[in-house]
């Protein structure tokens, strides 16, 4: 269920200008505020980097996550110069699994046989694999990550993914263009689960097809650990005495796993 609210940052003078902005939550940000969405007025002009800054006054339980929350402009990791407008969306969220620093990069556009998705089913590892598979390839090579059952010796009964769907569509299909601009390749296809998942089942699968294999094995690497870096994907560990989101470097967490 959704929660929103609609809250004033500030008492504003009649003359000063303002906007109305909408704000998304995730993970443990979202735990931490108590709200999936709220709406904002914020005063006029605004940055990035201002309107962040009265949302965490706003917010004061989101002091906790420190320097390391993410902030995001229309489904775009946001410079803190970056002119807030009326009706944007914004979104405020703890680093992805692999870490809190973003680059920030022009892709092209991702080649015509590539495909990125998210799901809520079950992932056929090997029908992904296939549609990779071109005769002009050489080989083809992928990845299958998994729910484990046991971390740093703490069972685990199930899994919960969340996703930033719109901006982590647009970040996979990034990271495809990079990977035809840094690797020798084919095609590439990433699908990765969301919602819950049972022991075993699994979360992400990468394969990449190449005229050789040295290409298609770098650049299935690369490619899991940008998306572990990038892609607004977040993971709940959900053990017999409690749960925990798995948050990456530089925030406060009891757990800093950064496996999927």
């Not at 703890?94 to 992932?123: C, K, M, W």
């Amino acid at each position: 269920m959704i929660h929103q609210r609609t809250h004033r940052l500030k008492s504003v003078p009649l003359q000063q200008s303002t906007i109305t902005v909408l704000v998304l939550f995730f993970g443990a940000a979202r735990d931490a505020v108590g709200h999936d969405q709220v709406n904002l007025t914020l005063d006029s002009p605004a940055t990035a980097e201002s309107a962040k800054s009265e949302i965490l006054s706003a917010y004061p339980t989101l002091e906790r996550f420190g320097r390391s929350l993410l902030f995001a402009v229309n489904q775009e990791y946001a410079e803190p110069g970056r002119e807030i407008r009326e009706g944007d969306e914004l979104a405020l969220f703890p680093p992805v699994s692999g870490g809190a620093e973003v680059a920030q990069t022009s892709a092209r556009e991702t080649e015509s046989n590539d495909f990125f998705e998210l799901t809520n089913a079950p992932i056929d590892v090997g029908a992904v694999a296939r549609r990779v598979v071109l005769p002009e390839c050489g080989a083809t090579v992928t990845l299958d990550g998994y729910a484990r059952e046991w971390t740093k010796g703490r069972q685990t009964l199930h899994l919960v993914y969340e996703a930033y769907e719109p901006m982590a569509m647009r970040e996979l299909k990034r990271l495809g263009a990079e990977i035809h601009e840094q690797f020798e390749i084919a095609h590439v296809g990433i699908v990765h689960r969301v919602g819950r998942l049972e022991i075993g089942e699994t979360s992400v699968v990468i394969a990449v097809s190449a005229p050789h294999r040295r290409a298609a094995f770098a650049a299935c690497e690369w490619a899991i650990r940008e998306l572990k870096r990038t892609v607004p994907i977040w993971k709940k560990e959900v053990f017999a005495d409690g749960e925990v989101w798995v948050e990456g470097e530089g925030v406060s967490s009891t757990s800093q796993n950064r496996e999927r």
